[in-house]
C-alpha cells in the first residue's frame, strides 16, 4: 500500500517551454501533496505543500508563478514548471500523505533536464 | 526553526556486519517525528522507520532500529545483518506533531552508506 507514481520519470525540453509534471496516490487518498527538488548528491528541498481544492502554500525564495501546483482531486497534483530555463534542470520529487499530519510517501521522482 | 544534522557523509559497512547512521536535531518542541528515509540509486525515497517522540520505546522495522535519546536530541539508526541492497543514501527527517501547520518535513543532508563484500 502507499503508492505514489510520476509522470514523466524524465523529460527534456528547450528553454522557454512549460513542462507539468503529475503526482497521483494509487492507492489512498492524499489530503496533502508536497513538491520537492533535489540538485545532486544534496537532500531534498521542499518547494510547496498542496491540500486538496485550495492554494498551495509555497517556501521561502520559490517562485509561485514559475512553479504552479495544482491539486484538483484527492489522488492527483501537478506541477507546472513554467516558461523553463536551464537553472530549473533538477530532480523534483513529489509525496503525498492521507492526513494533515501523517507519514509521507514519495514518488519516484522526475528528471528535469532544460536545454 | 528545527534543523537536523547528519554529520557522517559517508559510511561503510561490510556484508552481514551492523552499521549506525547518526542523526541529531535541534527543535524547541516536546512533541514530534522523526523518521529515516533511504535513497537508493533509483532516487525512490522510501520510509525505513518512524519514531513518535512521545513514545519512550525506540522504534524496529526487521534489521532497522533507532537508538532515540530525546534529552540529548539524538536519533541513531542502526542497520543489523547489512545487506548490498542497503547501499543507498540515508536522510534523517524531522517533523513537528503541531496539526496546526502543514506536516513539513525538515530533512538532514544524509549520509551515503556503502555496502561491501
Known amino acids: 500500500g502507499a503508492v505514489v507514481s510520476q509522470h514523466p520519470s524524465w523529460v527534456i525540453c528547450k528553454s522557454g517551454t512549460s513542462v507539468k509534471i503529475e503526482c497521483r496516490s494509487l492507492?489512498?487518498?492524499?489530503?496533502?501533496m508536497f513538491w520537492y527538488r533535489q540538485f545532486p548528491k544534496q537532500s531534498l528541498m521542499l518547494m510547496a505543500t498542496?491540500?486538496?481544492?485550495?492554494?498551495?502554500?509555497?517556501e521561502q525564495g520559490v517562485e509561485k508563478d514559475k512553479f504552479l501546483i495544482n491539486h484538483a482531486s484527492l489522488t492527483l497534483s501537478t506541477l507546472t514548471v513554467t516558461s523553463a530555463h536551464p537553472e530549473d534542470s533538477s530532480f523534483y520529487i513529489c509525496s503525498a500523505s492521507q492526513g494533515f499530519t501523517d507519514t509521507q510517501y514519495f514518488g519516484p521522482g522526475t528528471r528535469l533536464t532544460v536545454l | 526553526a528545527q534543523t537536523v544534522t547528519q554529520s557522517q557523509p559517508e559510511m561503510s559497512v561490510q556484508e552481514a556486519e551492523t552499521v549506525t547512521l547518526s542523526c541529531t536535531y535541534d527543535t524547541s518542541e516536546s512533541d514530534y517525528y522523526l523518521f529515516w528515509y533511504k535513497q537508493p540509486p533509483s532516487r525512490q525515497m522510501i520510509l525505513v522507520i518512524r519514531?513518535?517522540?512521545?513514545?519512550?520505546q525506540n522504534a524496529t522495522e526487521n534489521r532497522f532500529s533507532v537508538n532515540f535519546q530525546k534529552a540529548a536530541k539524538s536519533f541513531s539508526l542502526k542497520i543489523s545483518d547489512s545487506q548490498l541492497g542497503d547501499a543507498a543514501m540515508y536522510f534523517c527527517a524531522y517533523r513537528s506533531f503541531n496539526t496546526g501547520t502543514a506536516s513539513k518535513l525538515t530533512f538532514g543532508t544524509g549520509t551515503r552508506l556503502q555496502v561491501t563484500l
Open positions: 498542496s491540500n486538496e481544492g485550495s492554494k498551495a502554500t509555497y
Open positions: 519514531q513518535e517522540a512521545y513514545k519512550q
Open positions: 492507492d489512498f487518498q492524499a489530503t496533502t
